[in-house]
């Protein structure tokens, strides 16, 4: 009687079991690197744009500080996690000055703004075309529409200023509107954050990067021959440090990622208007 | 299983692939930018040396120009002087990056408000800074 062949042997089947196993821990070990690296990557990536994010946030306010002998310092107060500053904007030209009203030009080239102008909220920096230098009014009430001498487009701008202050302000001089702000480093339990608050209004400080290391942002203020600066006054450049960490929120796969890791960036900034 | 494997990997390399791909922008972009803030300085302090006496413009809102260079990128810069109505002027410089197509890959501008002093026995104006006047423009 010819020998059929049904089934299998236990010898094959162990061999199979065997080598599926074998195939599918390598499938899910192969996957696991993929998608583990792919998350930490990711992350990384998300921290270094964050990195970017909060350096150029840190040179866009402290680039176009400046002082003058009739204004003062455009940086308020100064320390290592944080300043307070005067951030700028809207800038323009005036085309008429009174006491009490001055009268700003509307046209898109001659008048830039980020925002409408706030009363009670911001303030004008003018300059005296007789003299170098600058005088700073509130602004009272909210910008009316106007006219120049010449027919053109016009913000009217109150502010509390009589002829005396006026000494010097008159078509031509430029404008600058400004608020203060602050920038620092602030705890959100358990994290650090690098955020920004306005001076003027009760808002709470937003972040804008992090989470950052424990001091992950250092400051350090320099006079323009690089020794340490003793009063906001005398700061010419700010070198910084920023420390930043990843977070899972920053990356993309469905694996968990690692520990947080850090990152850190330096720089120097110039305050172009440091005279 | 294998072709379900295939596709995990397939998904996971092309995200892999297009972080990178935003990364590779992201650099671009900011590289782009610095040669173009270069080239626009490169303008401002060309113009920082003076002009014609004949450049300057009168009328409030007149603007002339004054330096138009090209930098290594390549970058363009120009500058020019434009009149406010008062005493002080502006110089307001600009500075671009092309690709090679000719398209803007970054752009900066500058402006620098500045007094004029009496022209010299060349005719040349020579303008100074006036305090607090240099802002990047939106």
Redesign the interface.
């Known amino acids: 009687m010819p020998l059929t062949r049904r089934g299998i042997t236990l010898a094959e089947l162990l061999a199979a079991l065997t080598l599926t196993g074998w195939l599918g821990t390598l499938t899910t070990r192969l996957l696991g690197a993929a998608a583990f690296q792919l998350r930490d990557r990711s992350e990384r990536v998300s921290a270094e744009h964050n990195l970017r994010i909060a350096a150029g946030a840190l040179r866009s306010a402290l680039e176009p500080l400046g002082q003058d002998s009739l204004s003062g310092a455009d940086l308020l107060t100064s320390s290592p996690p944080g300043f307070t500053a005067r951030a700028v904007r809207a800038a323009g030209t005036l085309c008429a000055a009174s006491p009490g009203a001055l009268v700003v030009r509307a046209a898109p080239q001659w008048w830039s703004a980020s925002r409408d102008p706030v009363a009670g909220r911001d303030s004008l920096l003018v300059g005296r075309l007789d003299v170098p230098g600058w005088r700073s009014f509130p602004l009272q009430t909210a910008p009316l529409s106007a006219l120049c001498p010449d027919g053109s487009a016009a913000w009217n701008l109150s502010v509390t200023a009589d002829s005396a202050a006026l000494i010097g302000i008159g078509p031509g001089s430029p404008l600058r509107l400004f608020e203060g702000v602050e920038i620092r480093l602030y705890t959100s339990s358990p994290d650090q954050w690098t955020g920004l608050r306005l001076l003027a209004t009760t808002q709470a400080i937003q972040p804008f990067a992090g989470p950052m290391q424990s001091s992950g942002l250092s400051l350090s203020y320099e006079r323009r021959d690089g020794s340490p600066a003793g009063s906001p006054d005398e700061v010419a450049g700010v070198s910084f440090r920023l420390g930043m960490l990843t977070e899972r929120a920053g990356g993309v796969g469905l694996i968990r990622g690692p520990v947080p890791r850090a990152d850190s960036m330096s720089g120097f900034v110039v305050l172009q208007n440091h005279p | ?1 294998a072709i379900a ?1 295939l596709a ?2 397939g998904v ?2 092309l ?2 692939l297009a ?1 990178a791909r ?2 590779r922008i ?1 650099g671009l972009g ?1 590289i782009s930018q610095v040669q173009a803030r270069a080239a626009a300085q490169a303008a401002l302090a060309a113009a920082l040396l003076g002009w014609s006496a004949s450049s300057t413009p009168v009328a ?2 007149e603007e002339r120009q004054l330096v138009d260079l090209v930098v290594p990128g390549p970058a363009t810069g120009r500058a020019s002087v434009r009149a ?5 002027y ?1 110089i307001r410089a600009s500075g671009a990056r092309l690709s090679q197509a000719g398209d803007s890959l970054g752009s900066v501008r500058l402006e620098l ?1 500045v ?1 004029l002093q009496a022209p010299d026995s060349f005719g040349t104006v020579h303008p100074r800074p ?9």
């Not at chain 2, 406010?84 to 002080?88: A, D, F, K, N």
């Not at chain 2, 006036?130 to 939106?138: A, E, F, I, M, V």
């Open positions: 299983m494997l995990t990997l996971i390399s995200t892999g972080l935003a990364e992201a900011a409030p809102g406010l109505g008062g005493t002080v502006a408000l007094l006036y305090p607090r006047g240099w802002r990047q423009l939106p």
